[in-house]
């Protein structure tokens, strides 16, 4: 417009004559490019992770809407994938998410029905959380959720092609972002290190020599408990006799060491079974040298031997049924009822009952002809 006035009128001041007018058309004002980028006023750097984090819903997508959240700090992102894009839904899975991280002193989302509902600010309100929104149909506001939410979505167009991505698509994406260093982070590292403070094993691990096992103990734990409980080294070699006490039955099994990992072992038994049992469930189990082999045998054919205390027992039992025959009826050779007490019964020597006796005689029946 200023050269074509120059070329048919002049006066001081044209240019700026016609500047001014146009400035003042509201048809050109609204027909003008859009205005020059104003300066960047980017948020304040977290000095910790968790301190702000950065939320926004990426969908739908494929049919279904995720729940994008970034670490301001770190770059760590979390994805989850939602039914519902509700408030209540939303809150649900940021409070299960508080639950592993613990709360972040601030929260920028856009401007969705969902970030901007009442029971969506009781509930940053409640937590003591500072929740800022960033300025509506303006992306790079919250740049942090949307660059990741375009990255969410590139990456699955690779992956994928056709269709919404499988929980281990996601959960793939999740574990190489996340340990992939980021030249943004300090020293070049990963937002999992940043995050976490140290660096994530992954399947790329195993290209590498693995460490040597650990080998120092917490000896001052291990006496605290020793004196505690009074407790005393017990070790076994392989091929020692041992019994080994069952879980359910809490039964003591007469086995033998086959194998010794510190204080777990192997125990096998007669019948072919190997059983892995602890220290504290074993205990060693003595016999006769030259009853060896018979005890092999005995317990390969199932076959069990009567105990010390059975026979004690059985001895007993066949004493009861003798005394209390009905009627005072007694055998010929039974004493008087008044003739000395009858002599207890006596193991054979070397033979130890496992528990008290009491003396047992036959009873003083009531008889009409006696005074």
Known sequence: MKQLARQYVYWPKLDAEIEKFVQNCAPCQQAAKAPTKTNLHSWPKPRHPWERIHIDYAGPFYGKDYLVIVDSFSKYPEVYEMSSTSSKATIDKLRYLFSRHGLPETLVSDNGTQFASSEFAKFTSVNGINHRFSAPYNPMSNGQAERFVDTF??????????????KEVIETFLVTDRTTPNAVLPGGQSPAEMFLGRRPRTTLDMLKPPSPPPTEQDEAMEQRFNK??????????????????????????SGKISKRNGVIYDVSFADGRVKRFHANQIRPRHGHNNDGQLDIFLEAFNVTTPRVEERVVLNEENEDRRVGEPNGAQPANAPD??????????????????????????????????A
Not at 156 to 165: D, H, I, M, T, V
Not at 235 to 244: H, L, P, Q, S
């Open 153 to 166: 979505k590139r990456t699955f167009r690779k992956l994928k092609g056709e269709g919404a991505p499988s």
């Open 228 to 253: 505690h409980f009074g407790t005393k080294p017990t070790e076994f070699t392989v091929g020692d006799n041992v019994f080994a006490r069952h879980r359910i039955s809490q039964n003591w099994w």
């Open 337 to 370: 009822a008044d003739a000395e007490e009858p002599q207890q019964h006596q193991p054979p020597p070397g033979i130890h009952p496992d528990r008290p006796r009491r003396n047992r005689r036959a009873p003083r029946r009531y008889s009409p002809g006696q």
